[in-house]
Structures are given as C-alpha cells and as structure tokens.
C-alpha cells in the first residue's frame, strides 16, 4: 500500500481575501475575517487553503504587485493577524498556502525605487533595464498581458523597463545573483512563520537571461474570436523563446526547492505556468522535474469559453499521459483570473440554467477525482455565477477597464462572498458599500445559509469530501486507468493496491457515480 504526501491529493480552497469576509467593516475582506470562517472551511472538508496576495502593495493589480513582501497591507490586518490564522487553520487540520509573486514587484518598492534613480545605483540591475533603438523607440516589440508595450520609459535613466504587466509591476532580473538570494529569505520567513506551501504566480513570466532581447514572432494560429484571448494583441505573439518559459527560471524553482525540502512537514511549491499554443502540459513536465517545482497549476480545464464533454476527456487523457502516478499536477475549474465555471460551462455542456446547481456538483466531483491536487475557488462550493452587471464606474480590475465592453475582466468572479442572505450586504461586511457590489443573485446562496441546507451543492459536496477520504484509491495512490466515454459521457478507473474504483460522470444525467470493481 502507498502513501501520498499531503499535497500529493489535497482538496485546496483558494481565497480571495479582499471578498471573503470583512472584520472591521471597511467594505474589504481581511485575515480576521478568514479566520473567524476557518470552521465553515474545515466541516466542508477541504485540506488545505490557498490565500491570494496580501502583502503591503498599493493595490494596482490587487495584491499581485507587491511593494514589501515581508509585511501584511494594512486593510488586511498585521503579522498578529496571520499568526493567529496560521495557528486555527493548524489546529483544525487545514495547511495554508501563500501566494507568492516572484516575478515581478510594485514600482512602488524600494527596491524600484532606488533602481529607477540612476544607472549606479546598488540595485540598478535588479530589473530589466534597455537601451532605446535608435529612432526612441522600445527594445523589442514585446506585449504586456494587460495592453500596450511591455517596456516603459524611464526618464531618470533615459532607458526602458520591463513589464510583463502592469507598468506598475516591474519584472525583477533573476540574472542577478541577488534577486534569488532576496527571494530565497522571503522563502525562509513565511515558512518559518508556519506555511506549509506556495502557489507562485505566473512563474513562467521570470525574465533573467533575456539579455540580448529579441523580438517575439508573430503566432501563425492566431485568429481573432470572441474570447479574450482571441482578440488581445499579446496573443498575436509567441513568447516561449523569449519573453516566457526561459531555462533559467528552472534555477529559482530549484533554489526554492531546497529550501522547501529542509523543512519538516513536506512544504509544498505549486507554480502557476502556461504556454503557448496548447503546451501547457510540457512547461509543466519541465517545471516539475525532479529537484524543481512539486507540481503545477493546470489551465487545462479553466478555457474561458468552457469546455464539451469530449475536450474535458481529451484534458484529462493529455494530463494522465504525462503525470500518472504522480501529484505533479493541480487541476481546477475555477479561479480569480477568469469567469466562473456555473457560468462558462453551461452553453459548453449544453445544459439549462435550471439545472446549473447539478452540473456544478458534477464537474466538482470529476474535478476531485482526478490524479493529484485540486483547487475549489471560493463560491464554487455554492454554484455562484459571474456577476456581469457592474457598473463600468464600479470596475476595479485594470485589465477589465482597459478593455470594457468587449471584455469585462475580473471582477465578474471577484465579487464578495455572501454568508447570511438576510444580512446587510449579505453578512460580508457591516459598511455602507464595498469594494465590489455585493451580487443581489447570490443572496440565494449564502454560504451559511447553505451549509444548514441539506440539499445545497455544499452539502452534497461536503458528503462526497467525507466519502473520499475513506477511499485509499483516492487518497492512496495517483493512478487513473481506461480513461473512456462519448460526448455525454466520461469514466475512468481510480486504481490503489488494495481498491479499484469505476468513476463515472453522466452529463446527460447530470449524476456521478462511483462503483469498487
């Protein structure tokens, strides 16, 4: 019989700090307010949560553009605060996650700062800094996620700077010994204080031997559509040769590594990565080679436009060819970054919106049933829909405003959570208003409420959570076998030395079914 380090088949709950709960009635969600529904988590049956940035930063991209990665932003609370977090979510069982961003930081950071002041300064390389061409203009013709350039024009260095997005979150220079060696202390000083893992966002954007920079080509499989990604200039161009996925990133996954692995208790490294044009399952078996990353976050399932039955096998076979027998991978369904599964996946699966609550509780139980970890997003639980009647001078996310109406960004997923339906602004927060409008549509579902509802999707979810853990199939061993099904339907074989179990998921029934063979 084998057994699996904890991160190896964790159920995770991502959450999202600023809409989980607010303490002190400021309209934003902070770390007193996860911890007083740290209970809610643990009776659902989760394993562990992932917490979304909330380091000192001056919020331009919400918490992913940091300005001191050693202290806690002010609106989300102090150390104090965390360590009393760490200590409950210990004591009821449930590891905790820190979403780090090594990539790139706030313009706001001393260590900015001083680099943008001159050319000899003792942080002058700590970013990617370039000559203009001759005419002025930028180094390359590379793109930011978020629109635009991704160089900016520095006028106190007469060069250009790097940013894969944001102006405001510029990329730091791993080709400088120092950069990982600060990273490195980072590492020790949140894993010290107790973390048991890292989700590393966008990892695959870490610049170091870029230098001399070469322009991207252009991609011969773009074609505009009505996505997102269809439509953005940044997807008209290939990155993995220069901008994204270079091989020196893999010296900060193994520096992190080690660090990781000498501590007790099996800390847990997950990398955010993604590549282009559907090579997302090879930058993750680069990435979690053995000495690097322990697993990766897969975007297999997270299509924006949702996914048919068959493209959901057709994930699920790419992945188990590469990863069987191993927890070297994450799926989820749903995150911060895109809109929600209730919503993108019904025209998909071609299901009503009647029926939306069993298609959310199927597609979780499928979710959970494959090899290695999953990530549930919070709202998941209770089958919440985007929100996509924000008022475009209540947007907040940077990528939405920059291309509304075309694409509405973030914050239809963003949302505050709602736990008591007949509570001010569904029992999230005392304030007048809040960062984002609380959903009137989501009332229905608070997550209270729901939990006392025997026959809510968080009780359906929280029975088949118990079940799993008696399963060693499931919690034993990460091999998935005869992997089969049609347009409506998918199965596979959960194999332990000492169970086999026949899985079954009915998208015409809109039922999962689990039998030991």
């Avoid at 360590?83 to 210990?90: F, G, R, V």
């Avoid at 996505?227 to 900060?252: E, K, S, T």
């Amino acid at each position: 019989m084998s057994s699996l380090k904890w991160w190896e088949n964790a159920v995770i709950y991502q959450i999202y700090p600023r809409s989980f709960q607010d303490s002190n009635d400021d309209g934003i969600g902070d770390l007193k307010g996860i911890t007083s529904r740290l209970n809610y988590l643990s009776e659902l049956g989760v394993d562990a949560i992932w917490i979304s940035p909330f380091f000192k930063s001056p919020q331009k991209d919400f918490g992913y553009d940091v300005s001191d990665y050693y202290s806690i932003n002010p609106e989300y609370g102090t150390l104090e605060d965390f360590e009393l977090l760490i200590n409950k979510a210990h004591n009821l069982t449930l590891k905790v996650m820190l979403d780090i961003v090594p990539a790139h930081c706030s313009s706001e950071h001393p260590w900015f700062v001083e680099s943008r002041s001159s050319t000899t300064n003792s942080k002058s390389d700590w970013f990617h800094w370039a000559e203009p061409k001759e005419d002025g203009s930028a180094p390359t013709n590379w793109l930011s996620f978020f629109g635009g350039q991704a160089w900016t024009w520095e006028p106190r260095r007469q060069q250009y700077y790097l940013h894969n997005f944001l102006p405001e979150q510029p990329n730091l220079n791993y080709a400088n010994p120092a950069v990982l060696e600060e990273f490195n202390q980072i590492a020790k000083f949140w894993f010290d204080r107790g973390v048991d893992g890292f989700r590393l966002d966008a990892v695959h954007t870490i610049n170091a031997n870029s230098f001399p920079y070469k322009d991207n080509p252009a991609n011969p499989k773009f074609k505009l559509g009505p996505l997102p990604q269809d439509q953005q200039p940044f997807f008209r161009q290939l990155h993995d040769a220069a901008q994204l996925n270079q091989p020196a990133i893999q010296d900060f996954c193994a520096s992190y590594r080690g660090i990781a692995d000498s501590y007790e208790n099996d800390r847990f490294l997950m990398g955010e990565v993604d590549g282009d044009n559907d090579s997302a399952i090879i930058v993750s078996e680069t990435f979690t080679k053995p000495g690097r990353l322990h697993a990766t976050y897969n975007f297999d399932l997270l299509e924006w436009g949702g996914l048919t039955v068959k493209e959901i096998k057709e994930a699920i076979l790419k992945s188990a060819k590469v990863f069987n027998n191993t927890g070297r991978l994450s799926f989820a369904f749903s995150n911060h970054d895109v809109p929600r599964v209730a919503t993108r996946q019904l025209k998909a699966l071609n299901v009503s919106p009647k029926d939306s609550d069993k298609m959310q509780i199927l597609l979780l139980k499928l979710q959970i049933s494959l090899i290695g970890s999953t990530c549930i997003y919070q709202g998941e639980e209770l089958g919440l829909e985007d929100v996509t009647d924000i008022p475009k001078e209540k947007m907040q996310d940077p990528w939405g405003i920059e291309f509304a109406p075309t694409f509405l960004g973030r914050d239809t997923c963003r949302t505050p959570m709602v736990w008591n339906k007949d509570l001010p602004n569904g029992g999230f927060s005392n304030s007048n208003t809040t960062w984002l409008p609380i959903s009137d549509k989501h009332l229905e579902r608070a997550a209270i409420d729901s939990a006392l509802d025997p026959n809510s999707i968080y009780n359906d979810l929280a029975k088949f959570l118990k079940w799993r853990k008696k399963q060693s199939a499931m919690t034993e061993a990460n091999c998935i076998l005869n992997i089969a099904g049609d347009d409506t339907e998918i199965s596979f074989d959960r194999e332990s030395d000492d169970q086999t179990l026949h899985c079954n998921f009915n998208f015409k029934t809109l039922k999962a079914s689990f039998e030991e063979i």
